[in-house]
Nanobody
Framework: QAQLVESGGGLVQAGGSLRLSCAASGIIFSFANMGWYRRAPGRQRELVATILTGGTTNYADSVKGRFSISRDNAKNTVYLQMNSLKPEDTAVYYC???????????????WGQGTQVTVSS
């Protein structure tokens, strides 16, 4: 069974930092493109950052220069380092993956359960 499990969310003051982790299981991680999305109260889910299998990264304009996405294929884990946090970064952050599941040849999309990040002013 493919699964993504996020951790690292919490409450932080504006200007602070947090690092989110997403551990993947059941998928061939090194062949999966990974990403982070977020949904703030009353807003639609939005892309935060992505990292492709080759390491190419992409960021939403709102987080460029403050957030950094990385991956450790040996640990089947993707990270989101968030610095200089702002109250508007408050949201539930979701890990996303697109890749092949072990035992199957097809590519599927996977989502974690989400982790709350709250930034106080």
């Amino acid at each position: 069974q493919a699964q993504l499990v996020e951790s690292g969310g919490g409450l932080v003051q504006a200007g602070g930092s947090l690092r989110l982790s997403c551990a993947a299981s059941g998928i061939i991680f090194s062949f999966a493109n990974m990403g982070w999305y977020r949904r703030a109260p009353g807003r639609q889910r939005e892309l935060v950052a992505t990292i492709l299998t080759g390491g190419t990264t992409n960021y939403a304009d709102s987080v460029k220069g403050r957030f950094s996405i990385s991956r450790d294929n040996a640990k089947n884990t993707v990270y989101l380092q968030m610095n200089s946090l702002k109250p508007e970064d408050t949201a539930v952050y979701y890990c996303n993956g697109y890749g092949p599941r072990y035992g199957l040849g097809s590519f599927d999309t996977y989502w974690g359960q989400g982790t709350q990040v709250t930034v106080s002013s």
